[in-house]
């Protein structure tokens, strides 16, 4: 059976739809409901179910996903299960904008009920996301509170980073570029890189921390050490060149600064 | 009945028969590939390769009914088809190699890049392997591809007296001026630059394109260091730049002057025609890649020289572009003839065993110097003529991209076509084609808005399929999946969903523009400098 899983995860990620389907439908199928792959036969099930193309089927989605969390009250997939949930209510289909408050409030339920999983803090993450794309500054604010009393509560969740890069966002729409330029270096501080994808790198990440520091704190020091880093680090990067201009400008402009012109 | 099928009536007990699929049809490629499959059957006996060799211009169709009819060969050369249909197919058809790029290439024992992990005895670090949504390294590059100028050596001499090429760009308009002023025997004038429609795109990335870098100060909205064309359009809609931009009028002016020494009607030409051109002497110069260097000297060979040259650009001191000039054109390294491994290779132990062989060092430097390619693997020696090909990585490239896609893109084509073949200026180009874009871009550029809202599915997607492979494992395998889930759900969810709003806002008038440009300094800013700066001094 856990070859059979197995197998329909693959299916899965090759978009052969049916084919998982199937073998998730053959393990629930043939295991008691006590056995613990029946439930992750039944999350896959249900996965597969909400985000098949070109026919998904969400409402069945739905139902089995409910049953999920029904079965497994404070497990791990319940969790997910429920949180994927909200996610169906956040990602509407094209044309349509979503019901932000209901997405909202899905996501709210993942965190009341699963408070300290990894799942909860992804909602929150997406919830907060929700509230600043309108750009409205006041709502921008509230969530800017939200987010540093979570990362103050959380330091260790595994979305750190991120929660930081949406804080740094929060800045900007602020307008504030002292507290964004912090949020930037603390999202790239405590970024994770992946050994095996040879496509990420921190590159960007530097550029967007020394150009903050350039051009909208007025903070050459820094600048002048994300430049280094990206031209030591990242030699065949794109935007070496720029970087090496960035240093080159920033010190004619302090002598310009310093003879008084 | 009996149907005789090709692959079983090549298959000899004891013997294992692998397909190789690819377009290249240069004779030195099969060659090369029929050599190395020699050298390989020297160690191993029992395995035997067989090439298919199938046109460009049909290789897409083929590929698909392939890969579709369980038919595929068993490694083969992965392109050729629209990029989504391309990451469908290698999800679908192809087997992942990411478990073998960490491990050395047994093929390279005894090199110095004995004990070295796979991906790091490629030049690009097998960057050019790796899909973002595969979320795994596919293919194997065997080789490298460039861009110059190849010249005829001996017409430059006997026309304008000159041993070397001009490296500066006055120098070689001049150059141009003083071969078009020679009469070739048949008494019609030399032509300076063979092109056509085909190597056109190779005097606008390299050249012209890098030209209109200047507009990423003013519109990289997003800081990651690239004009996107959803940038561009935004930051005309909003007034922030217009068409008239000196970078961009710089861009299509220097086409303008270049095409004066094209021959006539070459936008209606293809490849041949213009290799044909400079293969019979009456062309100087002609732009091409790596791809071309071999059968170009073969072509040339008894009757003159080839040359490789770079691209002359303006230097500061031009009165014209020097401003606008600010370095060399940016140039990746990047793996190209890609080979993958179908799903339905009966063998797939034996063919990756094949492609490590043509991937160790010694083999893939023996592979491209049949070929006349560059090879992709470090450490390996080049052809001289080929050095000229190294790749500029510091420099500056192309930040104007018009393309919206729908009826705005038809009519830049349009009008793009038009002032190629200088029917109408540059004031006529802009003054056909802003407004319009301004206009119907808007439709088209909410039409992207929706693509991407439905590449939110694709992602979703992905993402179950990596948190359930998370969840399925453990140690360092489940941090990986983990990082990778966190890194795509940040660049594909949160940031697109919140950059997109925020970009429709500044379209729709809704959200006011920054006061500069993203690498502007703002008078707030520039007031905190001095004061930080006379502070520190004093």
């Known amino acids: 059976m856990d070859q059979a899983l197995a197998e329909a995860w693959e299916k899965y990620r090759e978009g052969e739809f049916r084919g998982a389907v199937r073998l998730f439908e053959g393990v629930v199928d043939k295991l008691d409901t006590s056995d613990p792959r029946h439930l992750k036969a039944l999350y896959g099930l249900a996965t597969t179910h909400a985000l098949r193309r070109p026919d998904p089927n969400r409402e069945m989605a739905t139902v089995l996903h409910r049953q999920v969390i029904a079965s497994d009250l404070e497990g791990d997939l319940a969790a997910w299960s429920l949180l994927a949930l909200a996610r169906m209510k956040h990602l509407v289909s094209v044309g349509q904008t979503p019901d932000y408050n209901e997405a909202r409030e899905a996501y709210q339920e993942v965190i009341d009920r699963f408070p300290d999983h990894r799942a909860s803090h992804e909602a929150f993450l997406y919830q907060q996301s929700t509230y600043v794309v309108d750009m409205d500054l006041q709502s921008t604010a509230a969530t800017l509170e939200r987010l540093k009393i979570f990362i103050d509560s959380h330091p260790d969740s595994p979305y750190l980073s991120l929660l930081w890069a949406l804080r740094s966002t929060c800045c900007e729409t602020l307008g504030r570029p002292d507290e964004w330029l912090e949020a930037e270096i603390m999202a790239w501080e405590t970024a994770e890189l992946d050994p095996m994808n040879p496509l990420q790198d921190f590159a960007w990440n530097t550029w967007r921390i020394a150009t903050i520091a350039e051009f909208e704190v007025g903070d050459f020091e820094s600048a002048k050490t994300y430049y280094t880093r990206l031209v030591q680090e990242y030699p065949e990067d794109i935007r070496v060149h720029a970087a090496k201009a960035g240093l080159k400008r920033m010190e004619e402009m302090a002598q310009r600064i310093r003879k008084g012109e | 009945m009996v149907i005789a099928m090709r692959r079983s009536e090549e298959t000899e007990p004891g013997v294992i028969t692998l397909r190789f699929g690819h377009w290249q049809l240069e004779a030195s490629v099969r060659e090369a590939i029929d050599e190395m499959a020699a050298d390989y059957r020297k160690i191993h006996p029992n395995v035997r390769i067989i090439q298919d060799a199938i046109p460009e211009m049909t290789y897409g169709q083929w590929l698909t009914t392939q890969l579709m009819g369980g038919t595929a060969p068993d490694m083969i050369e992965v392109g050729m088809v629209q990029y989504h249909l391309l990451v ?318 729908g009826e705005t893109w038809i009519r830049w084509l349009q009008l793009y076509s038009l002032y190629q073949v200088k029917k109408i200026s540059f004031d006529e180009l802009v003054a056909r084609f802003e407004p319009f874009y301004i206009e119907r871009g808007m439709t088209d550029f909410l039409e992207q808005q929706k693509d991407w809202r439905r590449g939110m599915h694709n992602n979703e997607q992905v993402l179950a399929g990596l948190r359930a492979s998370a969840l399925h494992s453990d140690g360092d395998e489940a941090q990986s999946y983990w990082v990778r889930y966190k890194t795509l759900l940040g660049s594909r969810q949160l940031w697109a969903e919140i950059g997109h709003a925020r970009q429709m806002k500044m379209v729709m008038g809704e959200l006011e523009l920054p006061e500069r440009g993203p690498y502007e300094y703002k008078e707030a800013t520039l007031q905190r400098i001095r004061k930080h700066i006379l502070g520190e001094a004093g």
């Open chain 2, 88 to 405: 469908q197919y290698l999800n679908r058809y192809f087997l992942p190699l990411s478990r073998y790029v960490g491990a050395p290439n047994p093929y390279n024992e005894g090199t110095p890049l004995e004990g070295v992990p796979l991906r790091n005895t490629f030049k690009d670090g097998m960057r050019s392997s790796y899909y973002e949504e595969v979320q795994a390294y596919m293919i194997i590059p065997l080789s490298q591809f460039g861009i110059r100028i190849f010249y005829n050596k001996d017409l430059l001499k006997r026309l304008t007296g000159r041993e070397d090429p001009p490296t500066e760009y006055r120098d070689f308009l001049a150059v141009c001026e003083e071969i078009k002023r020679h009469k070739d025997p048949t008494g019609q004038p030399y032509t300076p630059i063979a092109s056509s429609k085909y190597h056109l795109p190779m005097w606008e990335y390299p050249l012209l394109d890098p030209l209109t870098y200047p507009l990423l100060r003013e519109a990289d909205f997003n800081r990651d260091g690239f004009v996107g064309n959803d940038e561009l359009f935004v930051a005309i809609k909003t007034g922030r730049i217009h068409f008239r931009h000196p970078a961009i009028e710089a861009r299509f002016r220097m086409l303008d002057e270049l095409s004066d020494h094209f021959q006539p009607g070459y936008t209606g030409l293809g490849r041949d025609e213009a290799v044909f051109l400079f293969a019979q002497q009456k062309a100087v110069f002609m732009t091409t890649g790596t791809w071309d260097a071999w059968s170009l000297q073969e072509q040339a060979q008894g009757s003159f020289s080839v040359g490789v040259m770079d691209y002359p650009r303006p230097v500061p001191e031009d009165p014209v572009y020097g401003d606008l000039v600010e370095g060399p054109n940016y140039e990746r390294m990047y793996g190209g003839f890609p080979i993958g491994i179908t799903r339905t290779c009966k063998h797939p132990d034996v063919a990756l065993d094949f492609l490590l062989f043509l991937a160790g060092k010694e083999q893939n430097e023996k592979l491209n110097g049949i070929i006349g390619w560059i090879p992709s693997v470090k450490h390996t020696e080049l052809d001289e003529f080929l050095k000229a090909f190294q790749p500029h990585l510091q420099g500056v490239y192309g930040c104007f991209n018009p393309n919206l896609g």
